[in-house]
């Protein structure tokens, strides 16, 4: 597929910030040369009544000032604003963007397509890849979304994507000044299912679905931990976690960890420098965890990320401060107390 996001238009020079793509789209910095057919797509009585802060007519000069605004925020780290383009063509069709909270745990979700480009799943693709961005890549825990409760397409979006709706209320709209209008509000956690994600078993099944993985302790001579962060396209994408995977079939616990980490993390090591140290037993929705924990300060090589995950080695103080999976939390007292 033609890369055409690197000069989107000729003389234009694209602002700095990620470039996040899909198969039919481009998610890139706003810039200067996209006034014009941003606010022909969203000088639309039906896209400015479905947008909070969107009045009717919308001004060009408010476009303008809209994505001079984009820039500043990306820049003082405040939000993250994506114009939504055609991958092929670079066409612009829309936006999405998130507004983070001040403590960057939590960024508000939103999101419009053009009139010309509906029905074609667009919105979908992009809301998606940006949650799939934003777990994998930025230290939230949550999404949130406001969407008017008379919007069914949005809603459709979100549930689609597994967000779960959490209240309702009323908001103002710039669209429509001095009135309330009824909306509804969704959140989206890092480890919410995602849409592909199998139907729970009932409670009866799960005894016998338990798998079976193990995982290591790496510990440097500074007494510090190891810890791989889930990279993007992988179940709970942005947690950290620590090193290692499932076992094959006719593996040890102890052959099983001595090549996921070298798999993972290109060292080499002996099954007899591993500690037994504890176990982790976690109920997730379709399956029961059973994971055993190894102590391990004996390896050969330098740890890297071999499967595009960000590695940290991290005090044992500091351990709790890095969001982790659900079955790895209950490790950090313990991890804590030995060390």
Request: aromatic share 8%; hydrophobic share 45%; net charge neutral.
């Amino acid at each position: 597929m033609p890369d055409l996001f690197d000069s989107p238009m000729p003389g234009i020079t694209l602002p700095p910030g990620p470039v996040l793509r899909t198969s039919r789209l481009a998610l890139r910095p706003l810039h200067g040369g996209d006034v014009v057919s941003f606010h022909r797509l969203i000088n639309d009585w039906d896209i400015c009544r479905r947008v909070p802060d969107a009045p009717f007519p919308y001004p060009e000069t408010q476009a303008r000032d809209w994505i001079e605004a984009a820039a500043a925020d990306r820049e003082a780290r405040r939000a993250e604003q994506f114009a939504v383009a055609e991958a092929i063509g670079g066409m612009l069709v829309g936006c999405v963007g998130l507004k983070f909270s001040k403590d960057r745990k939590s960024a508000e979700l939103g999101y419009w397509i053009g009139r010309p480009h509906w029905r074609r799943g667009y919105a979908l693709e992009a809301v998606r890849r940006v949650a799939e961005w934003a777990f994998a890549a930025l230290p939230i825990a949550q999404l949130t979304a406001v969407v008017a409760a008379d919007n069914d397409a949005s809603l459709a979006v979100l549930r689609h994507l597994r967000f779960a709706q959490t209240g309702k209320g009323h908001r103002v709209f710039s669209c429509r000044p001095g009135q309330k209008l009824a909306v509804k509000h969704f959140t989206l956690t890092r480890e919410a299912e995602p849409e592909s994600a199998p139907a729970p078993l009932p409670a009866a099944e799960r005894a016998s679905s338990t798998l079976l993985v193990v995982a290591a302790a790496l510990i440097d001579g500074q007494g510090r931990v190891l810890l791989a962060r889930r990279p993007e396209g992988k179940k709970m994408a942005g947690l950290w976690e620590f090193p290692g995977g499932k076992l094959e079939p006719g593996e040890t616990p102890e052959a099983a960890l001595a090549r996921e980490l070298r798999e993972e993390l290109g060292l080499e090591t002996d099954p007899k420098d591993f500690a037994p140290f504890v176990f982790a037993s976690h109920a997730y929705d379709s399956f029961h965890l059973l994971m055993p924990v190894f102590l391990c300060r004996r390896w050969r090589g330098e740890p890297r990320g071999r499967e595009g995950q960000k590695l940290a080695w991290v005090s044992p103080e500091d351990l709790a401060e890095y969001p982790m999976p659900a079955a790895d939390r209950p490790l950090i007292p313990m991890l804590r107390d030995f060390l």
